[in-house]
């Protein structure tokens, strides 16, 4: 990573500070908080210019980001989500890991289209993890329907990397579309097949329930019966409970004001859970027990 500028330093840990104190992340919010006697206007084009500073790139805000990681292994939780507020909305595609019912992202891209992305983008997001993140560390990956794909299946296989993807009902599994297999189960029962099945091209164990909502969920995954629907759980609470980034982008920066804003999330949340672990050592659970029984 590189020597970074005092100045540029100093910037980020101001509006860092100021996200956290102000407990917003819109910039006209942070200028109340921000060090200095200097006018409004003049903090204003600090935090734009802190946002355009080229020394802050993607691998120095992933190295921060690492750096507050539990050690152990991490489950890894891949999203799309469209953001529009603002003069243009922001589609972004995620990975990040997934902490105390929290997904943290680290890393990310701006697609320059609406709705869903290809195989290519999903790829390269992880394979850009990958390089500062060994795959060992991952406990597995989850995700929704968007982000199937025999292609993309085969790529998380040979890179070591343990899958729970819920698929669609109309996928077929072993000649036979799932929700032929699994079309009969009642509100909360789980079932799986008796042996694994090619699904789209790989041999996986396919589990299934009925949502309280009647919904039939089918997940394509290389866990057991029970973590599947565990960990799965942790991905649905995910989905509820994310924080709302949205108000952190300008049409003139982008992405960046969003990056600093994951980083200041990533850091309280690093700080609180210090703090707690200090007064009851019983919180200091492993992550992956966390991630399981949230």
């Not at 579309?177 to 009642?186: H, N, S, Y």
């Not at 866990?223 to 799965?232: I, M, N, P």
């Not at 690093?270 to 200091?284: G, L, N, Q, T, Y």
């Amino acid at each position: 990573m590189p020597i970074l500028r005092h100045y540029t330093l100093q910037r980020v840990v101001d509006v860092i500070f100021a996200m956290v104190t102000a407990r917003s992340v819109n910039q006209s919010d942070l200028c109340a908080h921000l060090p200095g006697a200097s006018s409004i206007d003049a903090k204003k084009r600090r935090v734009e210019r802190g946002c355009r500073d080229p020394q802050l790139t993607e691998s120095v805000f992933l190295a921060f980001l690492l750096a507050l990681l539990p050690s152990g292994k991490l489950l890894l939780s891949m999203d799309r989500t469209t953001w529009a507020r603002g003069e243009a909305p922001l589609n972004l595609l995620g990975l990040g890991v997934v902490l105390h019912g929290y997904t943290v992202p680290l890393v990310w891209t701006a697609l320059d289209h609406d709705g869903n992305c290809g195989t290519v983008k999903r790829i390269q997001l992880v394979s850009r993890l990958l390089k500062a993140l060994p795959a060992g560390r991952g406990k597995g990956l989850v995700a929704d329907r968007e982000f199937i794909g025999g292609e993309r299946f085969r790529f998380l296989r040979r890179k070591g990397i343990k899958r729970a993807i819920r698929i669609r009902k109309n996928a077929v599994v072993d000649e036979l579309r799932v929700d032929a297999w699994f079309g009969d189960l009642k509100v909360g029962e789980v079932r799986c097949l008796t042996e694994r099945a090619n699904v789209y091209g790989e041999v996986m164990q396919v589990v299934a329930t009925r949502s309280p909502a009647g919904d039939l969920v089918e997940i394509a995954t290389d866990f057991s019966v029970w973590d599947t629907c565990s960990l799965y759980r942790v991905r649905w609470s995910v989905e509820r409970s994310q924080p709302d980034y949205s108000r952190t982008y300008a049409p003139s920066s982008r992405t960046r004001p969003v990056t600093t804003a994951f980083c200041a999330f990533h850091w309280s949340r690093a700080c609180s859970d210090r703090v707690f672990a200090r007064r009851d050592p019983r919180r200091e659970t492993s992550p992956s027990s966390a991630q399981i029984h949230h």
